[in-house]
T-cell receptor, first 114, second 116 residues
Framework: KAGVTQTPRYLIKTRGQQVTLSCSPI?????VSWYQQTPGQGLQFLFE???????NKGNFPGRFSGRQFSNSRSEMNVSTLELGDSALYLC?????????????FGPGTRLTVT | AQTVTQSQPEMSVQEAETVTLSCTYD???????LFWYKQPPSRQMILVIR??????QNATENRFSVNFQKAAKSFSLKISDSQLGDAAMYFC?????????????FGKGTRLHILP
């Protein structure tokens, strides 16, 4: 079974631009979560989607948004990029949104904002 | 609000030795899950071990075991017979079992070096 895939793996953008990151969960998984990882702040939760509905959202500004499609694939969008948005963005999928199910992480998208 | 604290930013251990990574957490909930995740350099994060708060018995996965002290809100990870492949960033994490909508909370991580 294929693992969680994220595209693109690396991205360089300029301040003020917007970016869309994609995550394909493991087949059969219906829950997708997004995290931002930086050296200073560590891993911070962005949002979680289950069956196309946002179940939870972390403490990030409205510039960060996401969605989930009927095939469980998910995208996250960051508008008006700032230098501080440079980070590794991780996606994780699980069978559903219950904590009893293990989260499987993707390799991440490394975003650099210049 | 729940918090997770890993007080050791970096640790080193000699190959084949045993090392313990510390984690403390704060919560007012009685039912929750605790996790240790491993993130090797430039590789995907994987779940190492999971503990359910209502279970008294400490979880074990091969060379990895935890010391779960619920009253002290402590959840340390012991790695026995350390191997070079254990070198990674280790994250302790908490998730509520009461409120399904609660997000998973990670500690800042401990970078583990294995000395040959």
């Amino acid at each position: 079974k294929a693992g969680v895939t994220q595209t693109p793996r690396y991205l360089i953008k300029t301040r003020g631009q917007q970016v869309t990151l994609s995550c394909s969960p493991i087949s059969g998984h219906r829950s997708v979560s997004w995290y931002q990882q930086t050296p200073g702040q560590g891993l911070q939760f962005l949002f979680e989607y289950f069956s196309e509905t946002q179940r939870n959202k972390g403490n990030f500004p409205g510039r960060f948004s996401g969605r989930q499609f009927s095939n469980s694939r998910s995208e996250m969008n960051v508008s008006t990029l700032e230098l501080g948005d440079s980070a590794l963005y991780l996606c994780a999928s699980s069978l559903d949104d219950s904590p009893i199910y293990e989260q499987y992480f993707g390799p991440g998208t490394r975003l650099t904002v210049t | 609000a729940q918090t997770v604290t890993q007080s050791q930013p970096e640790m080193s251990v000699q190959e084949a030795e045993t090392v313990t990574l510390s984690c403390t957490y704060d919560t007012s909930e009685s039912d929750y899950y605790l996790f240790w995740y491993k993130q090797p350099p430039s590789r995907q994060m994987i779940l190492v071990i999971r503990q359910e708060a209502y279970k008294q018995q400490n979880a074990t996965e091969n060379r990895f075991s935890v010391n779960f002290q619920k009253a002290a809100k402590s959840f340390s990870l012991k790695i026995s017979d350390s191997q070079l492949g254990d070198a990674a960033m280790y994250f302790c994490a908490y998730r509520s079992a009461v409120n399904r909508d609660d997000k998973i909370i990670f500690g800042k991580g401990t970078r583990l070096h294995i000395l040959p």
